[in-house]
C-alpha cells in the first residue's frame, strides 16, 4: 500500500515534469510565430527573432505600415470565425473555464486557433498582451500532450494549471510569478502538493525557456538603497495618490474597451469592416508614433519604452503622457474591435509610463526631496497590474521578484492595495473574473 502511494506521487511528480517541458517549449514556439510574423510583415526583413527588449526600426513599407494592423485584423477575424467559435476580445476569463473541467469542456481547436490569432495580433502591430494566450496554450498542450487524461479529474486540473504556469514562468524568467499565477488566478484553493507540482513544473518550464533564450532578465532596474530612511518613510505617502491613479487609470482602461466593445458590435456588424476601421486607427498611430517621435513606441509590448523609463532615458512629461494615451486607445481598438490578447503586459506599459510621469512631476515640484523615479516606476506597473488583473499577490511577487530588490517593496504594496481598492470601488470585478461573474459562475474547493 505504501508502495503503491509512493509509486503515484512519482507519476505526479513525471507529469508535472512533463508539463514544465510542454508549458516551455509552448512558449519557445509562441514567441518564435511573433517574431517571424513581426520581422517578415511588419518590418518587411528576414529574420525569426523578436527583439522586445530593443525598439523596432522603421518598417520598409512605410507609410503603408498602416495597413499591416488591418491585414493582421482581416486574418484573425476569418481564423476565429472558422476555427475560434467567435470567441473575441479579452480572453483572460477563458483560461479559467479551460483549467476548471467541471464548469467548462477543454476545446483543443478553439484555444488553439485563439493562441494563433494573439500571435498574429501582436506580430502586426496590434495592442495586447501574450501571457494569456501562452497561458490558453501552455494548459491545451499540456493537456493533449501529458498524457493526464485518464487521471482522476483534481489531479488534471492542477496538473493543467501547472502547464500554465510553466509558460508563465518561461515567458517572464519569474519562476514565483508562474506559482502564485497558477495558485491565485487559475486554482483559487490549493494544498502544499499543488505548491509542489506547480512549483515543479515552473521550474522546468524556465530551464526549456533558457535553452534557447538564455539567462534574459526582463527589464534591468538599478535600484540604489534610499539615503535617507527617515525622508523615504514620509515619500511613501505619496504612493497613496500614485495609486489613486493608476486604480483610476485601471477604471479608464476596462470600461473604456467595454465601451469600444459595445460601439463597434452596436454601429459596424461586418466583422471585417469592424477590424478594418479599429486595427486600421491603430496603424495610423504607429505611422504617427515614428514619423515624429522616431520609434513605434507602442507596439508589441512596449518594453524598450519602459526599459527607458526606468532608466530615466525618456524624461519628456509630455512625451510619457503621449504614448500613456495612445496605447490605452489602441488597445480600446484592438480588443474593442474584436481582436485577441491580454491585458497583463499591457500593464506593465501604461503602469510604467503613468507612474515615471508621476515621478518626474514630484521631482521638478519637490527638487529637495530627493525623489526616486524608479520607485515610482515600480509602484506604477505593480499597481496597474492588481488593478487590472485583480491578482494584488501574483502583482507583488511579480515585480519584486523581476526587479530583485526589496527597497522596493512597500511602495509596490501601498500602490497595489490603494490602486485595487479604487477599481473595486468604481468596478467591482477584475478582468479574469468579470464575466464568470457576470454569468454567475462559481467554482468549488478542490484537493489534490
Not at 325 to 351: M, N
Amino acid at each position: 500500500m505504501r508502495h503503491s502511494k509512493g509509486f503515484s506521487v512519482f507519476l505526479l511528480i513525471m507529469h508535472a515534469v512533463k508539463m514544465g517541458i510542454i508549458g516551455g517549449l509552448g512558449a519557445v514556439v509562441y514567441v518564435a510565430l511573433i517574431g517571424i510574423i513581426y520581422n517578415f510583415i511588419f518590418l518587411g526583413r528576414a529574420g525569426l527573432v523578436l527583439q522586445e527588449f530593443a525598439y523596432s526600426p522603421a518598417s520598409r513599407w512605410g507609410i503603408g505600415i498602416i495597413l499591416v494592423p488591418i491585414l493582421g485584423g482581416l486574418a484573425v477575424v476569418w481564423l476565429i470565425k472558422h476555427y475560434g467559435a467567435n470567441e473575441r476580445g479579452v480572453r483572460e476569463p477563458d483560461i479559467l473555464h479551460f483549467v476548471h473541467p467541471e464548469e467548462g469542456k477543454n476545446r483543443y481547436a478553439i484555444e488553439l486557433a485563439k493562441s494563433l490569432a494573439s500571435t498574429i495580433t501582436i506580430g502586426t502591430g496590434g495592442s495586447a498582451g501574450w501571457e494569456i494566450p501562452i497561458t490558453q496554450l501552455g494548459a491545451t498542450l499540456s493537456y493533449l500532450l501529458g498524457g493526464i487524461k485518464n487521471l482522476p479529474a483534481q489531479q488534471r486540473l492542477v496538473l493543467t494549471a501547472a502547464g500554465s504556469a510553466a509558460g508563465v514562468a518561461a515567458i517572464f524568467n519569474a519562476p514565483l510569478t508562474g506559482v502564485v499565477f497558477a495558485l491565485e488566478i487559475l486554482l483559487f484553493a490549493f494544498t502544499l502538493s499543488h505548491v509542489v507540482l506547480i512549483g515543479i513544473s515552473a521550474v522546468t518550464g524556465i530551464l526549456v525557456w533558457k535553452l534557447f533564450h538564455g539567462d534574459k532578465t526582463l527589464f534591468h532596474f538599478k535600484i540604489l538603497p534610499p539615503d535617507n530612511m527617515l525622508l523615504y518613510a514620509k515619500q511613501l505617502l505619496l504612493y497613496i495618490p500614485l495609486g489613486i491613479l493608476v486604480g483610476l487609470a485601471a477604471v479608464l482602461l476596462m470600461s473604456g474597451i467595454s465601451w469600444f466593445k459595445t460601439l463597434f458590435e452596436k454601429n459596424i456588424k461586418n466583422l471585417y469592416l469592424r477590424h478594418t476601421i479599429g486595427l486600421g486607427l491603430v496603424g495610423i498611430m504607429l505611422y504617427l508614433l515614428m514619423k515624429f517621435f522616431g520609434h513605434y513606441y507602442i507596439v508589441a509590448m512596449g518594453y524598450a519604452a519602459i526599459q527607458d523609463i526606468i532608466d530615466s532615458m525618456l524624461r519628456n512629461i509630455g512625451l510619457i503622457l503621449l504614448i500613456f494615451f495612445c496605447k490605452l486607445l489602441a488597445l480600446y481598438l484592438t480588443l474593442g474591435s474584436g481582436a485577441t490578447g491580454g491585458l497583463f503586459s499591457p500593464s506593465l506599459f501604461l503602469g510604467a509610463t503613468l507612474g515615471g510621469a508621476f515621478g518626474l512631476v514630484l521631482q521638478y515640484c519637490f527638487p529637495s526631496m530627493q525623489i526616486n523615479i524608479i520607485y515610482f516606476v515600480v509602484g506604477g506597473m505593480g499597481g496597474m497590474l492588481a488593478s487590472v488583473t485583480g491578482a494584488l499577490i501574483t502583482s507583488i511577487v511579480f515585480i519584486l521578484e523581476i526587479s530583485k530588490n526589496y527597497y522596493v517593496a512597500l511602495p509596490i504594496i501601498i500602490t497595489t492595495i490603494v490602486g485595487t481598492w479604487i477599481r473595486i470601488y468604481f468596478y467591482p470585478k477584475g478582468i479574469y473574473t468579470f464575466k464568470l461573474y457576470q454569468h454567475g459562475l462559481m467554482f468549488e474547493r478542490h484537493k489534490l
